[in-house]
């Protein structure tokens, strides 16, 4: 029997969580050495998160199972507190938690758009800032504050921690988001603008469960709780493997790539999602907005399920070799463009087209959304 197995009901000291050594995503890890101690010393253990954070201030993101995360913004719209929802703005309806209204409660609200840096400069944060206040409407959510911060840059985050001085109101701050948005990171920054300790103190939110916050004391005695991410299992980035996701998630400004596109051709985007030209006016352009290391190719529509059959983890990378075995299969969605769109695949990026009475088609792994938006640019 693992010594895990064994000591069902030793929790992390700092945050709650049950120790486990088997996923390093997840609340609670510890490596399998700490849990090989006398059963003793097991009841003054850090899970490796708080340990990080209370030798190094440094967060580290954990993960949710959906029941969990549930059960944490049930807890939350009970709670007199400002919500702060982190949105990855590269790809913004694929990180939004679209029922956090709801969750909200009566408390306020403030939505994040982090990686503001991975857009192009030309677009200016007004215009961002007012697509996503439209995006937000759209699903029913009214922010009290919506800011663009980059996780990067240390002036960014003083803007950000502006808002909350000004909005929490001397009550605590829940930050909740998905995973990858950068909420951790952002969290560090304030830790490394706010305070000069090396010690921080950890205190269990939900102490005795596997739901993993961390509360960050600020002066007056309240405290930002850091909440473990929920995993988007639409989102592209569930699929793939920790070295793809360095080729996938963008780390800086992204450069679009534009496509003059004749009728039945074929663009693959790596070996992950491929967009068709079905029909509209002779020659027109396509602009391509996706990570800079990823790989694009153009072929005919004919030979496109031929060439991503036979390269697929090869010229069409990512995937990898190793990991195509295991992709899920491409399924198609169709659009008709009316008004100039983004197509977008949830986790990789989107395709902006501007002229009406266009026909596309867009190939992304099967679970994996794909949908139409207006235009962001």
């Not at 306020?108 to 677009?123: Q, T, Y």
């Not at 990512?318 to 969605?333: D, G, M």
């Not at 867009?362 to 959304?369: F, I, L, R």
């Amino acid at each position: 029997m693992s010594r895990s197995a064994e000591y069902e009901d030793v929790y992390c000291i700092g945050c709650g969580a049950k120790l486990q050594s088997e996923e390093e995503n997840k609340a609670g890890y510890v490596p399998s050495s700490v849990l090989k101690r006398p059963a003793e010393e097991l009841e003054e253990i850090y899970c490796q998160r708080c340990f990080r954070l209370r030798h190094y201030n440094e967060v580290s993101d954990v993960e949710l199972t959906d029941d969990d995360f549930l059960t944490m913004l049930n807890e939350i719209s009970a709670k007199d507190a400002l919500i702060v929802n982190v949105v990855d703005v590269f790809d913004f309806s694929g990180t939004l938690i679209t029922g956090m209204q709801r969750f909200a409660g009566t408390n306020h609200l403030i939505v994040v758009g982090n990686k503001a840096d991975l857009l192009p400069k030309s677009l200016g944060e007004g215009r961002i800032r007012q697509w996503m206040v439209e995006r937000l409407h759209e699903v029913g959510i009214r922010p009290r504050e919506v800011v663009l911060t980059s996780a990067k840059s240390k002036d960014s985050i003083r803007q950000f921690m502006k808002v909350l001085d000004e909005e929490r109101n001397g009550r605590d701050v829940y930050i909740v988001g998905s995973t990858n948005v950068g909420k951790s990171t952002i969290i560090n920054q304030i830790i490394n603008i706010a305070t000069d300790s090396p010690d921080v103190i950890t205190t269990s939110y939900f102490p005795g469960t596997t739901l993993g916050s961390i509360e960050i004391p600020l002066d007056d005695g309240k405290n930002i709780i850091d909440t473990p991410g929920i995993i988007q299992r639409t989102n592209l980035t569930h699929h793939l493997s920790r070295d793809d996701l360095k080729k996938v998630i963008p780390q800086r400004e992204v450069k679009p790539i534009v496509y003059q596109l004749n009728e039945r051709q074929t663009i693959f985007i790596g070996g992950l999602a491929r967009f068709d030209y079905l029909k509209g006016t002779d020659k027109q352009p396509f602009v391509f907005y996706a990570a800079n290391d990823l790989q694009l190719h153009r072929t005919k529509l004919e030979k496109a399920e031929e060439l991503y059959e036979k390269q697929l983890g090869q010229m069409l990378n990512p995937p990898s070799a190793y990991t195509a075995q295991e992709f899920p299969p491409l399924k198609r969605h169709q659009f008709t463009i009316e008004e100039p769109s983004d197509i977008v695949v949830s986790g990789l990026g989107w395709v902006s087209i501007h002229e009406e009475n266009t026909k596309v088609a867009m190939w992304a792994p099967e679970g994996v959304d794909v949908y139409i938006r207006k235009a962001m640019i």
